[in-house]
């Protein structure tokens, strides 16, 4: 069996701490199995472990990276002054209502054929035919179990034995079991009704 090796990313990632709990799983059951992913990784922990003890003003410890949050915050507040000083008055330039009225009106156009779309998907549709066309009636007699919708109908015939169990649910279907006495034979009619 080809086993996949870890990719150099992810065994540095992990080493630094960086990689999230599902790929450090992952990495960490590889590297018990694998003795070359698992010197990679001891190899990447031993650089990053170097790298955090000789960084003088410490890089990596969170009160730096806030501070240099605060930094990128100053200069982008920074930039955005600069920014008025160059041009004044950026909210004169703001869409007007001639410059936006295509696009309200694409939207709007969109909205109607959603709505409309539903609202006529949405209405039944009128049956043609009578009331006794509108109801399908799932029924078990002596002669065996069918369905009938108006005129037209399926019958199941039984055989020339009586049934056994014959049901005639509400949730639209009927049963009937015939037992042959001779061969001990069990034949199962059932008829379902599905909207």
Not at 5 to 20: K, P, V
């Amino acid at each position: 069996m080809t086993r996949r090796h870890i990719s150099e990313m992810d065994l540095a990632l992990a080493s630094a701490g960086d990689l999230g709990l599902a790929g450090r799983l992952r990495v960490w059951f590889h590297a018990r199995r694998c003795g070359q992913c698992a010197a990679a990784l001891a190899q990447y922990a031993e650089v990053s472990r170097a790298l955090r003890d000789s960084s003088g003003d410490d890089l990596l410890s969170p009160g730096a990276w806030a501070e240099l949050s605060r930094e990128m915050t100053a200069n982008i507040r920074l930039g955005l002054a600069a920014g008025r000083i160059v041009d004044p008055q950026p909210e004169a330039r703001a869409l007007t209502p001639d410059a936006a009225g295509w696009r309200v009106a694409v939207v709007m156009a969109t909205l109607t054929v959603v709505l409309a779309s539903g609202w006529l998907l949405r209405r039944p549709v009128p049956i043609q035919g009578g009331p006794e066309m509108l109801s399908a009636v799932a029924e078990a007699s002596a002669e065996g179990v069918g369905i009938h919708e108006g005129q037209a109908g399926l019958m199941l015939l039984s055989p020339d034995r009586e049934s056994s169990v014959m049901l005639a649910g509400t949730s639209g279907g009927a049963r009937a079991r015939f037992i042959d006495e001779q061969t001990g034979q069990v034949t199962i009619h059932h008829v379902a009704l599905e909207d």
